[in-house]
């Protein structure tokens, strides 16, 4: 990474950087999508669903864009710095090669590092609180919620039953004190791998992507089942008739809007997973086929949620609904679904938070010694979220509320940001720019900001109308 960063490491085939940004992407938050969905209508609520994810993508474009800017600027520089006597002119009659490869994604280049290249100080600032906030908070919820579904799991094994802390659990422990158990096991299990980069994290990732394929089957299967049945699990569950179904609710909308405008949110993490990708000829390709998939997943997921349980039965995650089924093993394992999600984001999450924090302490001059920068700045990342989670297992409201606004930010207005303000300062520079966006025009960046504004009046809105 330039200036100063950790190795770029190994790489790794578009097949499994895919898999990587699948990961990235389908977190816990799909679960609580089928609930929202229903109160939403089938209609509007796969049309809001499909609106997020094109403006997702649209985003992810402008980012890569903005990697690729990236690494011309940082050429141009050097060109700049070798050679004394390059003008504009020189550096744009370099030989066909070169021009090739100017544009080129090769050197890492975290978000912080393109906004110090090219925002003003005020926007390098807002980019680190928006980051910051935004990346603390999810590791804060992830640090909490895999213990707490273990807990849940564990404690309360199949059924409706409700797991209390007092609880007897593990033996002589109780339900309170076996979450701090699973805490610990957290931290020893995935707390190392914050001490790498995310390509050590290969094996966690497609393991973790084959659980969560099995979760996400075997809760469609089941729920088809029952569809096609016409039975539910117990004589309480019964399955919906048609008139039931919503088409609409303008109301309800709105609450599906709160829940899913960050379900496909990968952006923050984005350097660290493309970079290491070889070849990356197809990159857009792969990004569209990644978000088609996920797409295509929520919308099976949350219409088979809708025709298999009343709209009254839904959980907030959708998971909880299948706590009663018959096969014990399905149970246990869909109830697990969160902690296989958030152990493969965690790491990922984490390693992007610590880069971008070397690279706002180096961008003040200071130069991190290997023990602070191989030790000190993991362990900044890593304790902070842990003592949170240690403190409680309820950060959800905190976390709510910095979250979705510091995820606008993350999720639409840096990318665009970027990638507007990088096409100005890498516009002298001659070659194909085989990463430009498809949506070429600035209007598309406009349009997106306009987005941004209005993103924020309706999630503030939400979070109003939930409380009310």
Known sequence: MAGG?????????????????FNLIVGAGALSLPQAFAKAGTIAGICLLFFLAFLSFMSVTFMVEAMSLGNAYLKKSESVNNVSSASEETLALLPSEALASNFAIEKRLEMGRLAE???NKIGVQFFYVAMIVYLFGDLCIYAAAVPKSLKTAICGGTGNATVHDTDVCMGSLSAGQSYYVFLAIFAAVLGPFCFTNAQKTLLLQVS??????????????????GISSGKGFDST?????????????????????????????CHHSLPSLVTPITPKGHLTRMFLADFGLVF?????????AVFRFQEGKLQDLYNAN?????????????????????????????????????????????????LAANVGLPLLTLIPPLAVAFGTDNVGLLVGITGSYAGVAIQYVIPAMLCFYGRRQCNSLAGPRPFQSWFRHRYWIFFLMGWSALCLILVTFNHIYTRS
């Open 5 to 21: 960063g950790v190795p770029d490491g190994a790489r790794y085939s578009m097949f499994i950087g895919s898999i990587f940004v």
């Open 117 to 119: 290249m090219f925002f």
């Open 208 to 225: 973790t992507s084959l659980f969560r394929w099995m979760s996400f089957i075997m809760m469609i299967v089941i729920a088809t089942m």
């Open 237 to 265: 569950d019964t399955i919906p008739e048609s008139s039931d179904i919503q088409v609409a609710n303008l109301q309800g909308l709105s609450t599906l809007f709160g829940t899913s405008i960050y379900a496909f949110m």
């Open 296 to 304: 295509a997943f929520y919308t099976l997921l949350c219409f088979t």
């Open 322 to 370: 299948f706590k009663s089924y018959s096969n014990a093993f399905c149970a246990y394992f869909l109830a697990l679904f969160p902690v296989f999600t958030l152990s493969a984001n965690f790491p990922i999450i984490a390693i992007t938070l610590r880069n971008n924090l070397r690279t706002l302490i180096e961008s003040t001059g200071h130069v991190l010694s290997p």
